[in-house]
């Protein structure tokens, strides 16, 4: 399921694209076309965990983003999705605490809507 939440047009509104260009592993490069973008960023898998962690990093413009997803079984069903945004690099201090904000505010909204519709595939 974590593959398909990053390969393909996005099925939601407003939506990042996201084309993988090797197997889905540690390592593969993706090209990520922000929403109302026509310029894709290059990211790649830097952590991968059987279904439980996945995360990616972009460099842009001397920061370095990292988004990364923990999901974690509950006990009584379903899965808790911890989603995380590092910001490193050059300037990271100063335009880090407006950037990640907007980067970050709607992860929670995009994952439920990009997990359900990997469901249906």
Known sequence: MLRDTRTGVSSIDGGNTYVIHSPFAVGTELSVT?????EALTSTIVELGDGEVYADRTEFNGLILTDRHQLTPLAGG???????????????????????PQISEDYPAV???LIAAARTR
Do not use: N, W
């Open 34 to 38: 922000p929403a109302g973008s026509d």
């Open 78 to 100: 379903g899965t808790r999705i911890i989603h995380q945004l590092i910001i490193g690099g050059q300037d990271a201090a100063t335009i880090g605490p407006k950037l990640g």
């Open 111 to 113: 994952m439920d809507q």
